[in-house]
């Protein structure tokens, strides 16, 4: 998130990842996700940046349940 992103969401501090686009009817969009969410942390992890969220995903299994924590 940089400053401009921020304000434009008022969401004035604090980390994550904003969801641009996802894919419809993919895993993000089935869990209820939508574009401009803010992801803070998946699976219990904090997310920082575009790479934490990357390397959290990779690490997920199909069809289980994990736990994502959103600013909307």
Request: positive net charge; glycine residues 6%.
């Amino acid at each position: 998130l940089n400053d401009e992103l921020r304000k434009t969401l008022k969401y004035p501090k604090g980390e994550g990842v904003v969801i641009a686009g996802m894919i419809r009817n993919g895993p993000a969009h089935k869990a209820g996700l939508m574009p401009m969410d803010i992801i803070v942390s998946l699976n219990n992890k904090s997310i920082k940046e575009p790479s934490d969220l990357l390397t959290s995903t990779s690490q997920l299994k199909p069809d289980e349940m994990y736990n994502v924590v959103v600013v909307r």
